[in-house]
């Protein structure tokens, strides 16, 4: 009823899934990179060690098919991959979000 641009199934909010290299500040250089894969909600669907911080892109599914399964499994109706620079985890709003429902599953770590 009302706004025709509601009708249902014409519109899909794509659900965010954060990827990320939880290395204290990387700066990209050196060896071993852990990658870690946050969907929006706060669950962690995937993790990877990367030898090269570059092969996250492939590693954690942008531009393979690596991991897509996880992603498919928690989030069936679609999702999208977001990279999010180390650098900019304290002020990126959506990570913090994931980072804040995460932590409010385990109440003793809030
Ligand atoms: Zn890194």
Not at 2 to 25: P, Y
Not at 53 to 60: E, I, Q
Request: charged share 30%; glycine share 10%; net charge negative.
């Amino acid at each position: 009823m009302g706004d025709a641009r509601a009708v249902e199934g014409t519109e899909r909010i794509v659900k965010k899934i954060f990827v990320f290299c939880n290395q204290k500040n990387c700066d990209g250089s050196g060896d071993w990179h852990n990658m870690v894969a946050i969907a929006e909600d706060g669950t962690c669907l995937a993790g990877h060690v990367c030898s090269n911080h570059g092969w996250a892109w492939n590693d954690m599914g942008f531009t393979s098919d690596w991991k897509r399964d996880r992603y498919d499994k928690h989030y069936p109706d679609g999702w999208e991959l977001e990279w999010v620079e180390n650098t900019n985890l304290e002020t990126h709003a959506g990570i913090q979000l994931a980072f804040e429902r995460n932590r409010a599953r385990r109440p003793e770590l809030a």
